[in-house]
């Protein structure tokens, strides 16, 4: 089992399919619902952990469409970290026609984790860490916003709890949390021994504020490992 983004689209809580094109690769991705020019989303792959953010800027209180200049669209667009809604797309869909008439997307191999080694893997939007604890038989995990991202959320992150796969099995969920932007969100994974293939996602939201413009954002964030001694 490979975990994606759609495959967690499907569990019924990920309403966005993300395509990540290899290691360090940073791109936007249009909106499930093209309809306003509200939506920004940007996606990161990294290491071990892909991570995508999301915002969805509030529309007016009268119910009428949200009106963004286009400098307005861009400047929000960059603090996000994608393009703004209505551009970029055709760049990225050109390029997707070339590859699947040409060659096929290399499949990215889980990440190591060994033993006593303690890895992360950072990006713009917050940094992953994870651990194999043979001798204790888990997975350690941790996760950090970023500081460009706290920077613009406004209230408290509701954490859903971690969800993981070892060698294709679903297991139960870490717990959930409402708090800070500034924790330091982790977790335990066990069981799991030498040549376990474990894949992990969490998925947060929050209130933001960004450049006067109020909305909901949220993080997604996954990771794909393999346990080795």
Same mark, same amino acid.
């Given at each position: 089992?490979?975990?994606?983004? !759609?495959?967690?689209?499907?569990?019924?809580?990920?309403?966005?399919?993300?395509?990540?094109?290899?290691?360090?690769?940073?791109?936007?991705?249009?909106?499930?619902?093209?309809?306003?020019?509200?939506?920004?989303?940007?996606?990161?792959?990294?290491?071990?952990?892909?991570?995508?953010?999301?915002?969805?800027?509030?529309?007016?209180?009268?119910?009428?469409?949200?009106?963004?200049?286009?400098?307005?669209?861009?400047?929000?667009?960059?603090?996000?970290?994608?393009?703004?809604?209505?551009?970029?797309?055709?760049?990225?869909?050109?390029?997707?026609?070339? !590859?699947?008439?040409?060659?096929?997307?290399?499949?990215?191999?889980?990440?190591?984790?060994?033993?006593?080694?303690?890895?992360?893997?950072?990006?713009?939007?917050?940094?992953?860490?994870?651990?194999?604890?043979?001798?204790?038989?888990?997975?350690?995990?941790?996760?950090?916003?970023?500081?460009?991202?706290?920077?613009?959320? #406004?209230?408290?992150?509701?954490?859903?709890?971690?969800?993981?796969?070892?060698?294709?099995?679903?297991?139960?969920?870490?717990?959930?949390?409402?708090?800070?932007?500034?924790?330091?969100?982790?977790?335990?994974?066990?069981?799991?021994?030498? #040549?376990?293939?474990? !894949?992990? !996602?969490?998925?947060? #939201?929050?209130?933001?504020?960004?450049?006067?413009?109020?909305?909901?954002?949220?993080?997604?964030?996954?990771?794909?490992?393999?346990?080795?001694?």
């Amino acid at each position: 089992m490979r975990l994606s983004w !759609q495959s967690a689209a499907a569990s019924g809580w990920l309403a966005l399919v993300v395509t990540v094109s290899g290691a360090g690769a940073t791109h936007a991705v249009p909106a499930a619902n093209p309809a306003d020019d509200r939506t920004f989303v940007s996606t990161t792959a990294t290491g071990g952990s892909e991570t995508t953010l999301r915002v969805v800027l509030d529309a007016y209180s009268h119910g009428s469409p949200l009106k963004l200049t286009h400098a307005e669209r861009d400047r929000i667009a960059a603090i996000v970290g994608g393009a703004a809604p209505g551009r970029g797309h055709a760049g990225h869909a050109q390029a997707d026609a070339r !590859q699947s008439a040409g060659t096929v997307r290399k499949k990215r191999r889980p990440a190591i984790l060994r033993c006593g080694r303690n890895p992360s893997w950072s990006d713009a939007n917050g940094t992953l860490s994870a651990r194999f604890n043979c001798r204790y038989g888990n997975i350690n995990w941790g996760y950090k916003i970023s500081t460009r991202v706290k920077s613009f959320i #406004t209230g408290n992150v509701k954490e859903r709890g971690v969800s993981w796969w070892n060698n294709g099995r679903r297991k139960p969920n870490n717990a959930g949390h409402v708090v800070g932007k500034h924790y330091h969100f982790h977790g335990t994974l066990k069981p799991v021994k030498h #040549t376990d293939h474990v !894949q992990f !996602q969490d998925y947060m #939201t929050f209130r933001v504020n960004i450049g006067g413009r109020t909305g909901t954002g949220s993080i997604t964030w996954a990771s794909d490992v393999k346990a080795k001694k």
